[in-house]
């Protein structure tokens, strides 16, 4: 009888969970950030996860100024070959999905936009900065319409709009964006736009049709993970620039005082750290030049003494070679003047100050051990003929004359031997050799 009633109520439990298996949900992501690799990352990998968790498609809430073309176009890839329908929707109102944004929104199964929000302007930019010559940047634009045009005829969107972006790097406000057939559909919120979507048909990349069924499900919102959060953190061109400049201080404070062990460490992994998110980043190399001739600059200030010329010349080029540094193709991934000054002017300062400190500290005389007793003045507490007891800093020394001194005399110190002390009568002051004359 037991076992009748447990095998009914695994029966009642298999019923009731089949429409929870059957019914899948959208799994959502945001990506609020320059286009750089570990956004790709996120991206491959919340794509895996949807398709992990069958779910009914894959939501990426869209607001960026644009980014690194190499990995805009690793994005673009992961989305055509998504095996769950991707939905890109450009939110909240008054964000923009500019420049690659733009590829990675008509790259998209579904194309949606929130209302008072913008894309285009997708003119490519070297990543580097350089201006180029009109030979390679009609090439440049060619393959850029090219890559364009491979995906978005195959959406049924408007492939010469689309390319408009490109060529003339226009931009499109969500009606217009409609209107001319870049989007589906304008949205004023996240359930308005599943509400809308609801049993549409759809193509796929591979030809393959889709239905959706997205009204009502609950929305999985899935996380960077800690390392993609902090690697994204370091993709901060200024925060790359601030590291570097603190490790070189760092360092050179441990240089000059060696033992210290804590601003060894400090610069250490600051200058790791910084060199770890330069490597993705567009670098000019001739800028990390400038940035070691301001450090030298500022070391000649503290050994010559310009009377500033030298700090202000470091300063100067450590500003030049701050701003060259990370030139990418929007102005999000560039230092501006700003922080270039605001970075440059106080660690110039302070790093004067240190050089000068350390400048100082080996220029003076050695006041300890036996070095520091050469010079020094004793009394003379018994008769040295020649040998005899001197009363030096707060000890009695053996002590030598090369003549007679007489005890309670002043004596210089003028050599140490085997812990004797060979001295000789002090001078007297000048102003008391006056008077007796």
């Known amino acids: 009888m037991r076992s009748i009633s447990i095998s009914k109520l695994a029966i009642i439990a298999a019923v009731c ?21 570990f956004v790709a990352e996120h991206i491959g990998r919340a794509i895996q996860e949807a398709q992990r968790l069958h779910a009914d498609a894959l939501l990426i809430e869209l607001k960026t100024p ?3 073309e190499t990995s805009m176009e690793e994005i673009v890839n992961k989305i055509l070959s998504s095996p769950v329908p991707v939905i890109v929707y450009v939110t909240p109102q008054g964000s923009a999905a500019s420049s690659a944004g733009f590829y990675i929104l008509e790259s998209a199964d579904i194309a ?6 913008s894309t285009g302007a997708a003119h490519p930019v070297r990543e580097d900065g350089v201006t180029m010559d009109p030979v390679l940047k009609e090439k440049w634009e060619n393959y850029a319409a090219a890559l364009l045009r491979s995906y978005t005829g195959k959406r049924g969107r408007n492939v010469e709009v689309a390319e408009s972006a490109v060529r003339q790097s226009k931009s499109f406000s969500a009606d217009q964006a409609l209107e001319q057939h870049l989007i589906e559909y304008i949205a004023k919120d996240e359930v308005d736009l599943m509400n809308q979507l609801e049993g549409k048909m759809i193509t796929r990349f591979d030809g393959s049709k889709s239905v959706l069924h997205v009204a009502g499900k609950r929305a999985v919102f899935y996380e960077m993970s800690l390392r993609e959060r902090i690697l ?21 404070a441990e240089f000059n005082h060696p033992g210290a062990v804590v601003p060894g460490v400090i610069g250490g992994i600051a200058v790791l750290v910084a060199i770890f998110a330069l490597q993705y980043l567009p670098v000019r190399y001739m800028a990390l030049g400038l940035i070691l001739a301001a450090f030298v600059l500022f070391a000649l ?22 701003m060259l540094l990370v030139d990418g193709p929007i102005p999000e991934m560039r230092v501006d003047l700003l922080t270039a000054v605001s970075i440059a002017v106080p660690f110039g300062l302070i790093t004067v100050f ?14 300890t051990g036996i070095q520091g007793m050469i010079g020094a ?25 090369p003549g007679t001194v007489a005890a309670g005399q002043p004596v210089v110190v003028r050599s140490v031997e085997n812990l004797t002390l060979h001295v000789e009568p002090a001078p007297e002051p000048a102003s008391a050799a006056s008077t007796a004359h």
Do not use: C
């Open 232 to 252: 994204s953190w370091l993709m901060d061109p200024k925060l790359a620039l601030f590291l570097l400049t603190l490790g070189m201080m760092a360092l050179y």
């Open 66 to 68: 644009g980014g690194l």
């Open 17 to 37: 969970l089949i429409p929870l298996a059957a019914s899948a949900d959208v799994l959502k992501i945001v990506v609020d950030d320059t286009i750089h690799p």
């Open 377 to 401: 003045i004793g009394i003379a507490r018994s008769p040295l003929v020649p040998a005899g007891k001197v009363f030096l800093q707060g000890e009695l020394w053996d002590a030598i004359a």
């Open 112 to 117: 949606a936009m929130t209302p008072g929000t």
């Open 354 to 367: 240190l050089m000068s400190v350390a400048m100082r500290a080996r220029r003076n005389k050695v006041v």
């Open 301 to 322: 200030e503290a050994k010559i003494h310009s009377h500033g010329a030298l700090t202000i010349g470091g300063m100067v080029v450590l500003v030049l070679g701050s």
